[in-house]
């Protein structure tokens, strides 16, 4: 049985950089991880760098797509990154190890939701006192 795309699990942002706070990696270990869509004659791909304690590791590269987009999970405010190429679509999470694919009538279902939805612009998030997510504007 294929996987379905839940529509409604998801945000469609506006950002093209995004960055995880306390990222959990290795043995145990914690820090951020900045997760950009670099743009050039080849494509788009995710880029990610993880930092800790204010020191930056090495450059990841995941691989050139047709189109790259970062989603946010509405019930858990959590990031995942959605790829476009030539066989469908690769929904990542924000380690990038392994994928849910979309694709056929689902790739459909998929494009047809990104065409329709309303990009949100993380810088009109507003937080509680506590950091939790409040609401999100769409423009």
Partial sequence: MLKQFDTNRFDLLKADKVRISNYRFGHNRQGE?????????????????????????????????????????????????????????????EHFFGAETFFGDEATIVQNWLDDALPFDLLATTHGHRGELLSLRGD
């Fill in 33 to 93: 991880r900045d997760v950009w869509i670099e743009t050039g004659d080849k494509g788009e791909r995710f880029l990610s760098q993880i930092i800790i304690q204010g020191e930056s590791c090495a450059v990841r590269n995941e691989i050139y797509s047709t189109r790259c987009y970062i989603l946010r999970e509405k019930a858990t405010g959590r990031y995942w990154f959605l790829d476009k190429n030539d066989t469908g679509f690769w929904l990542h999470e």
